[in-house]
Nanobody, 127 residues
Framework: QVPLVESGGRLVQAGGSLRLSCAASGRTSSTYAMGWFRQAPGKEREFVAAISWSGGNTNYADSVKGRFTISRDNGKNTVYLQMNSLKPEDTAVYYC????????????????????WGQGTQVTVSS
């Protein structure tokens, strides 16, 4: 497995924006779907967004629809999470995850469906 490295998390005021990045550090020959999850203090890790290898299919948790956008650049082995109109309840450690796929359009929303995880990046939204 190729290590995943998240970046971009920081302290931001409510209503602000952030863009998180997740880079596969190293060469990969696999096609893989990717997702973003988050874990707030005292809560379970939850699904945020997912994207297919082709980038043509995406899905979002209801809590972030219309505010967050997931995208990817396969040439750079990187997936992004653009977060707009941030709220204090978005405060969490954000994790990216990857899994190999045979079908370019498949997406996955369950943690158990991913086998490669990054270390996480902290996002804190102040009110």
């Amino acid at each position: 497995q190729v290590p995943l490295v998240e970046s971009g998390g920081r302290l931001v005021q409510a209503g602000g924006s952030l863009r998180l990045s997740c880079a596969a550090s190293g060469r990969t020959s696999s096609t893989y779907a990717m997702g973003w999850f988050r874990q707030a203090p005292g809560k379970e890790r939850e699904f945020v967004a997912a994207i297919s290898w082709s980038g043509g299919n995406t899905n979002y948790a209801d809590s972030v629809k219309g505010r967050f956008t997931i995208s990817r650049d396969n040439g750079k082995n990187t997936v992004y999470l653009q977060m707009n109109s941030l709220k204090p309840e978005d405060t969490a450690v954000y994790y990216c995850a990857a899994r190999p796929v045979l079908v370019a359009g498949r997406i996955y929303e369950r943690m158990s469906e991913y086998d490669n995880w990054g270390q996480g990046t902290q996002v804190t939204v102040s009110s």
